[in-house]
């Protein structure tokens, strides 16, 4: 009977979970289509960044026991260290090629940000710092742990791998977020820590902002 009861209140926090960051996505969307200002940035960045510590109050000492390093041996911090840099290289050119043949335009992120003084420290912050953090406390955290009470690793690890590459709303990036939150959904099974997949997600998007970086202050 209590894990019937543990087991409910698992599924209706996961699927407020889902609802509340895909209205969270949409209104996202949608305020930046109509305002896509550093100030409306930090605006929807600070919204995400609460939402999910609200989340996470839920099952706070479960969450947190995650921040362990018990696994953090040299060969799972030299595969966190290498599978971020052939993920960046692929992602970044294959991504760039698609966009290119489907679209007709180069989705590098500095042109968002060429008008502002301190650019670089705000990408830096939007794309490097607050995903690696936040978005493993969400996802790897928290509502990996809300369904390991209800389904399988393989089911939990699946989940979370699509509905992390659904909030991100693009159609072309789910292609490859989705295998790459599996990826993280894996390491936080196989090391129950959430050290590796942060490592993994921070090295990933830096490489992938400083390839933009290179490649935008090449056109100048």
Same mark, same amino acid.
């Given at each position: 009977?209590?894990?019937?009861?543990?087991?409910?209140?698992?599924?209706q926090?996961?699927?407020?979970?889902?609802?509340?960051?895909?209205?969270?996505?949409?209104?996202?969307?949608?305020?930046?289509?109509?305002?896509?200002?550093?100030?409306?940035?930090? +605006?929807?960045?600070? /919204? !995400?960044?609460? =939402?999910?510590?609200?989340?996470?109050? &839920?099952?706070a000492? $479960?969450? @947190? %026991?995650?921040?362990?390093?018990?696994?953090?041996?040299?060969?799972?911090?030299?595969?966190?260290?290498?599978?971020?840099?052939?993920?960046?290289?692929?992602?970044?050119?294959?991504?760039?090629?698609?966009?290119?043949?489907?679209?007709?335009?180069?989705?590098?992120?500095?042109?968002?940000?060429?008008?502002?003084?301190?650019?670089?420290?705000?990408?830096?912050?939007?794309?490097? +710092?607050?995903?690696p /953090? !936040?978005?493993? =406390?969400?996802?790897?955290?928290?509502? &990996?742990?809300?369904? $390991?009470? @209800? %389904?399988?690793?393989?089911?939990?690890?699946?989940?979370?791998g699509?509905?992390?590459?659904?909030?991100?709303?693009?159609?072309?990036?789910?292609?490859?977020?989705?295998?790459?939150?599996?990826?993280?959904?894996?390491?936080?099974?196989?090391?129950?820590?959430?050290?590796?997949?942060?490592i993994?997600?921070?090295?990933?998007?830096?490489?992938?902002?400083?390839?933009?970086?290179?490649?935008?202050?090449?056109? !100048?």
């Open positions: 009977m209590q894990r019937e009861i543990k087991e409910k209140s698992s599924l926090l996961v699927i407020a979970f889902y609802l509340t960051f895909l209205v969270f996505a949409i209104v996202s969307y949608a305020l930046y289509a109509e305002d896509y200002s550093l100030g409306m940035e930090i +605006v929807v960045e600070v /919204i !995400f960044i609460l =939402l999910t510590l609200l989340f996470t109050f &839920f099952d000492k $479960r969450v @947190f %026991a995650l921040y362990n390093i018990r696994e953090l041996h040299w060969r799972n911090i030299l595969f966190a260290t290498l599978f971020p840099v052939v993920s960046a290289v692929i992602v970044y050119y294959t991504l760039g090629w698609v966009n290119d043949a489907l679209f007709g335009f180069d989705d590098n992120v500095f042109y968002n940000y060429q008008d502002y003084a301190d650019g670089f420290f705000w990408i830096m912050i939007f794309y490097v +710092v607050i995903p /953090i !936040f978005e493993e =406390l969400a996802f790897r955290g928290f509502l &990996f742990n809300q369904m $390991r009470h @209800f %389904a399988s690793p393989k089911v939990t690890i699946l989940a979370t699509f509905i992390f590459a659904l909030i991100h709303f693009s159609v072309v990036s789910i292609v490859w977020i989705f295998p790459f939150g599996i990826v993280l959904g894996y390491l936080r099974h196989r090391y129950n820590t959430l050290w590796l997949g942060m993994v997600h921070f090295i990933h998007n830096l490489l992938v902002v400083l390839l933009d970086y290179h490649y935008y202050y090449l056109d !100048f």
